[in-house]
């Protein structure tokens, strides 16, 4: 399905739509997981309630407060220093790759070693819900490792005492969620939380260096922050595509859709659907982007999106207040991923303000 009203009715109908079959291309009804099933994601109510419930609390904007201050510092400090470098750099590689991993895993709890598995990981993961093309095959011999790394990082005393990990074993404690959801659940911040960030941060800036007069009009009027990051992820829909399984038969517009079936969800198409937005194909800070379908809807939308928008308005914080205009500066080149749309590199040039 590619049309928003469509995607928006199945994002919503999890009675129907299930997402514990897999919410890649894979059934598991008849397929074996590549790895132990998401106990969020990939898991429907009753089963979803209390996992959902536990994460919601950690990770909802009043919890964030503390971090949100000191994300502004860090992402401060990031720009600072890299603009006292150079103002020729490239939004991937410099920024967008560099900030998430600089503050997420140490929100989590993470221990310092071994991090630069987190993106592979995550990668992978994303990878696997297409079909098992090179992407996946290539990537699929060193995965062992880097899950069992991932598994290893996951365990309560290697955790910090005051990350969001941390609190995942408090709640198990209180009985919120059983002691084996823990682990889990921290492993769904460690797939969910590290790629997608990077490639919005991405999306975002690249889109800022492509529309400067966009660009100027958030310098005049920070509060269009926020739109702005949504508008990005309604553009470039940093998740372009999720699967469900049906429940039951079903019609969808005069198509039969047998039980069992797997059903694409073309998020990014919704998103750009133009029987709901004017001008889809524009990043305008003049729209109201709410309602898009780039975090998901329903049940299993996104419960990080608020670190997302938090992460973004950091950066772009820092940015706005010492950069006048943001040009691209050579080729820009795209990672390819069967699930993420995201760019490899981005080469800039800015004047400073
Ligand atoms: C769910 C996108 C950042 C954790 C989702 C879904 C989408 C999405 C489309 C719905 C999946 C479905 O319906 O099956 C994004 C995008 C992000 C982002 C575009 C950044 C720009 C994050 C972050 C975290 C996170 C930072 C962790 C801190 C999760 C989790 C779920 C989820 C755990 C599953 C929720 C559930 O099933 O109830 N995300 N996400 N995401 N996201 Fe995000």
């Given at each position: 399905?590619?049309?928003?009203?469509?995607?928006?009715?199945?994002?919503?109908?999890?009675?129907?739509?299930?997402?514990?079959?897999?919410?890649?291309?894979?059934?598991?009804?008849?397929?074996?997981?590549?790895?132990?099933?998401?106990?969020?994601?990939?898991?429907?109510?009753?089963?979803?309630?209390?996992?959902?419930?536990?994460?919601?609390?950690?990770?909802?904007?009043?919890?964030?407060?503390?971090?949100?201050?000191?994300?502004?510092?860090?992402?401060?400090?990031?720009?600072?220093?890299?603009?006292?470098?150079?103002?020729?750099?490239?939004?991937?590689?410099?920024?967008?790759?560099?900030?998430?991993?600089?503050?997420?895993?140490?929100?989590?709890?993470?221990?310092?070693?071994?991090?630069?598995?987190?993106?592979?990981?995550?990668?992978?993961?994303?990878?696997?819900?297409?079909?098992?093309?090179?992407?996946?095959?290539?990537?699929?011999?060193?995965?062992?490792?880097?899950?069992?790394?991932?598994?290893?990082?996951?365990?309560?005393?290697?955790?910090?005492?005051?990350?969001?990990?941390?609190?995942?074993?408090?709640?198990?404690?209180?009985?919120?969620?059983?002691?084996?959801?823990?682990p889990l659940l921290i492993r769904s911040l460690i797939t969910a939380g590290v790629d997608t960030t990077v490639i919005g941060l991405g999306a975002?800036?690249?889109?800022?260096?492509?529309?400067?007069?966009?660009?100027?009009?958030?310098?005049?009027?920070?509060?269009?922050?926020?739109?702005?990051?949504?508008?990005?992820?309604?553009?470039?829909?940093?998740?372009?595509m999720i699967f469900r399984t049906t429940t039951q038969d079903i019609e969808v517009e005069g198509t039969f859709i047998p039980?069992?079936?797997?059903?694409?969800?073309?998020?990014?198409?919704?998103?750009?659907?133009?029987?709901?937005?004017?001008?889809?194909?524009?990043?305008?800070?003049?729209?109201?982007?709410?309602?898009?379908?780039?975090?998901?809807?329903?049940?299993?939308?996104?419960?990080?999106?608020?670190?997302?928008?938090?992460?973004?308005?950091?950066?772009?914080?820092?940015?706005?207040?010492?950069?006048?205009?943001?040009?691209?500066?050579?080729?820009?080149?795209?990672?390819?991923?069967?699930?993420?749309?995201?760019?490899?590199?981005?080469?800039?040039?800015?004047?400073?303000?």
């Amino acid at each position: 399905m590619g049309r928003y009203e469509q995607v928006h009715a199945a994002l919503t109908n999890w009675q129907a739509f299930e997402s514990g079959a897999g919410v890649g291309l894979s059934n598991w009804r008849t397929e074996k997981p590549w790895r132990p099933p998401s106990v969020v994601a990939e898991a429907d109510p009753p089963h979803h309630d209390s996992t959902r419930d536990a994460i919601m609390k950690i990770l909802a904007p009043r919890a964030l407060g503390k971090l949100a201050k000191d994300w502004v510092a860090d992402a401060d400090e990031l720009v600072e220093d890299l603009l006292g470098r150079t103002t020729d750099f490239d939004l991937m590689k410099d920024l967008a790759r560099v900030f998430p991993l600089r503050i997420f895993p140490d929100a989590i709890g993470l221990p310092q070693e071994g991090r630069e598995n987190l993106l592979p990981y995550s990668e992978h993961a994303f990878n696997s819900f297409g079909p098992p093309n090179d992407l996946v095959t290539q990537a699929a011999p060193r995965m062992p490792e880097i899950a069992a790394w991932v598994a290893a990082q996951c365990r309560r005393e290697v955790l910090t005492e005051d990350g969001f990990g941390a609190q995942l074993y408090a709640a198990a404690d209180r009985g919120d969620i059983t002691q084996d959801h823990a682990p889990l659940l921290i492993r769904s911040l460690i797939t969910a939380g590290v790629d997608t960030t990077v490639i919005g941060l991405g999306a975002l800036l690249t889109l800022f260096a492509q529309n400067p007069e966009q660009w100027a009009h958030m310098r005049q009027d920070p509060a269009l922050m926020r739109t702005a990051f949504d508008e990005a992820v309604r553009l470039d829909s940093p998740v372009q595509m999720i699967f469900r399984t049906t429940t039951q038969d079903i019609e969808v517009e005069g198509t039969f859709i047998p039980e069992g079936s797997k059903v694409l969800l073309v998020l990014a198409s919704a998103n750009r659907d133009p029987r709901r937005w004017d001008e889809p194909d524009s990043f305008d800070l003049k729209r109201d982007p709410s309602g898009h379908v780039g975090f998901g809807m329903g049940i299993h939308q996104c419960v990080g999106q608020h670190i997302a928008r938090l992460e973004a308005s950091a950066v772009l914080t820092a940015l706005a207040k010492r950069v006048e205009t943001i040009e691209i500066a050579g080729p820009v080149e795209r990672r390819l991923n069967n699930t993420l749309r995201g760019w490899e590199s981005v080469p800039v040039r800015v004047r400073l303000a």
